[in-house]
């Protein structure tokens, strides 16, 4: 990611909200696995 | 403290302010003083931004909020990186566009001088009250812990960040918040290597991974929909977007964290990997809570860990009391570590049936164990009525000062300061930005030249931190007073946001209706707080959610009502 590059924001907003949803199942298999 | 301790902790901070008064030592006007000349990069940005959130309190309390009740906290920031989102599509360019100083000075461009000044009166107060909270947490739960002076800490570290936030502004603010927040995730990240290291050393990480599973201390997600308990997935994933939405997106010390982007891509960035970044920064900070509460399963705790009430219960009538509790919690640890022992002999057995019998004895003696706690927080509240009886935000700390290596003991504690510091600095330098902009220029003198509004800044910043040190210094019972201005904040957040929403989004709904729906709004929430159950963080999606459509209703009945400006800030 470069601050002087094109930035392909549909992308990254699509890849926040992934990476929230990707978190979201880590810690609830998280909170399963151990508890 | 050893001298060790000692050296590292003046020499950080003495380093941090140095640097931050070097880095600000230009001369500027005031787009450089207040908005560092629309320069900065999105790594300085996103590093400002997470650093001005975290708070020395973040790091303190809230591994002592893992300790005490598990990781579900974490819950509480799953909504900021929907927020993040949203801002960075609407309000940034906006902001960008206007070329405004405040977020509140946008505001003027809709709905008239009227709601910006409100809003400015509104955010000073309460972000003047908690940048006084900001400074004097740390410093009261240090003198605690340490036994310093509360006073002169108080005096010495706001007096440290006034002398590089009124120097620098914001330029000063961000690159040290930067350092600041590095140094912090350091002394945090060692802090946990140690907790894991000082375990037994027959029980492996998986082993205190799943004691603390058993013990409800890895509870990260409950999808459980209740309006009463204060941290669930819904209230995180909703209540906190809504919250979120209204922080960053409309108070002033988080808005000029990302005016100082050197454009609207620079500003996006920093906002998008904060919300990347903020929410497994959350789980990790939890996270060193939880292993210290695997450690105290093998180490007998306190039975309280603030030591100043401990002291004075130990004199007072109910002594012994007191000394018969204590005997009880030894007894409860003993057992619990015996049971402990258990629990490891059948997972290493891999003996379900024995996990599943260990687990209930664990439990029910840890259950008696928390009431064992809870009636010595009561008896603390009857020795000294009004006096804050939880102990928290002093778990950590003791761990740290208890079983940290010399020289650790000392990173640590500058890692907490320089977050008390990184917070306060923004909190004042967003305090001055908005008396100067929306209240000087706007309202007192509204030609003043650059020279007289940096001189102002300045000034205004000095004032607001002597505010902050005053307040800091005539505060206390802790937690009340941090539940009281969370609570605060999610009185007003969901209101001011409706307005920011209207303004943004509506064309043709006026000043008035805004004004109006604001007020029914603000009253939904009052309601809400004095009549119901309801956990804090909903207060904000009522307050936004019945503003934003009083306002609309407000509008379509008195159709006669003229916009004020349609302007071509609404997208």
């Not at chain 2, 708070?55 to 909504?79: E, K, N, W």
């Not at chain 2, 206007?98 to 003027?108: C, G, S, V």
């Not at chain 2, 002291?311 to 570590?337: M, P």
Request: aromatic share 12%; with cysteine; charged share 15%.
């Amino acid at each position: 990611m470069s601050s002087e590059g094109k930035v392909n924001w549909p992308w990254l907003y699509a890849a926040v909200l992934a990476e929230l949803a990707l978190l979201i199942l880590i810690f609830y298999a998280f909170t399963k696995a151990f508890a | 403290m050893r001298p060790i301790d000692w050296i590292v902790l003046i020499g950080t901070l003495a380093v941090i302010v140095a640097y931050g008064v070097w880095k600000g030592r230009h001369k500027k006007d005031l787009d450089g003083y207040l908005r560092a000349g629309r320069q900065l990069k999105w790594p300085t940005i996103a590093l400002s931004i997470m650093a001005t959130q975290a708070s020395a309190i973040t790091f303190l309390s809230t591994p002592g909020q893992a300790y005490a009740d598990g990781m579900r906290f974490v819950q509480f920031y799953l909504g900021l990186p929907i927020a993040m989102v949203i801002l960075s599509i609407t309000a940034v360019p906006i902001y960008h566009r206007l070329q405004i100083f405040t977020a509140y000075e946008y505001l003027e461009t809709r709905f008239g001088v009227g709601t910006r000044t409100l809003t400015s009166i509104l955010f000073l107060i309460q972000r003047g009250l908690s940048t006084g909270i900001t400074l004097y947490a740390p410093a009261l739960i240090v003198s605690v812990i340490l036994g310093w002076n509360i006073h002169i800490t108080n005096v010495v570290v706001g007096l440290m960040v006034v002398l590089y936030t009124a120097t620098g502004g914001t330029k000063a603010v961000s690159r040290t918040q930067v350092h600041q927040l590095l140094i912090a995730l350091g002394g945090m990240a060692v802090a946990l290597i140690i907790a894991i290291h000082s375990l037994p050393h027959d029980v492996t990480l998986v082993e205190a991974f799943r004691v603390a599973g058993r013990m409800g201390r890895l509870n990260a997600i409950d999808f459980k929909f209740d309006l009463k308990t204060p941290y669930n997935f819904w209230s995180g994933l909703i209540g906190g977007a809504f919250l979120a939405l209204s922080y960053f997106g409309t108070d002033q010390s988080q808005v000029q964290r990302y005016l100082t982007g050197a454009s609207v891509t620079e500003s996006r960035l920093g906002l998008l990997i904060n919300g990347m970044v903020k929410v497994p920064m959350q789980f990790f900070i939890l996270f060193v809570g939880a292993m210290v509460f695997v450690f105290y399963q093998f180490i007998a705790p306190p039975l309280f860990f603030n030591t100043v009430q401990r002291a004075k219960v130990a004199t007072s009538r109910y002594a012994k009391d007191y000394e018969q509790l204590e005997a009880r919690h030894r007894q409860q640890f003993v057992e619990k570590r015996a049971d402990v022992q258990t629990l490891l002999k059948a997972m290493r057995a891999h003996d379900n049936a024995g996990v599943e019998t260990a687990t209930n004895a664990l439990r029910l003696v840890q259950a008696r164990e928390t009431a064992t706690r809870a009636a010595a927080a009561a008896l603390i509240g009857r020795t000294q009525p009004g006096a804050d009886n939880s102990d928290t935000n002093y778990i950590f700390l003791t761990f740290v000062i208890d079983f940290l290596p010399a020289g650790v003991v000392g990173l640590v504690l500058a890692a907490i300061f320089c977050a008390a510091m990184s917070a306060t600095s923004s909190g004042l330098n967003s305090l001055a930005s908005t008396t100067v902009v929306d209240i000087f220029r706007r309202l007192g003198k509204p030609h003043a030249t650059d020279a007289e509004c940096v001189r102002l800044s300045k000034l205004a910043t000095i004032a607001w931190g002597l505010f902050a040190i005053a307040f800091a210094e005539f505060a206390n019972k802790l937690g009340s007073l941090i539940e009281a201005v969370n609570k605060l904040g999610s009185l007003f957040y969901g209101t001011i946001l409706a307005i920011f929403l209207l303004a943004f989004y509506t064309k043709r709904v006026s000043g008035t209706a805004a004004f109006l729906g604001a007020l029914i709004g603000e009253a939904a929430v009052v309601w809400c707080a004095i009549f119901t159950d309801m956990a804090w963080l909903w207060w904000n999606v009522i307050g936004c959610v019945v503003g934003v459509v009083a306002a609309l209703l407000v509008q379509t009945v008195v159709a006669e009502q003229k916009p004020t400006s349609p302007t071509s800030a609404a997208v």
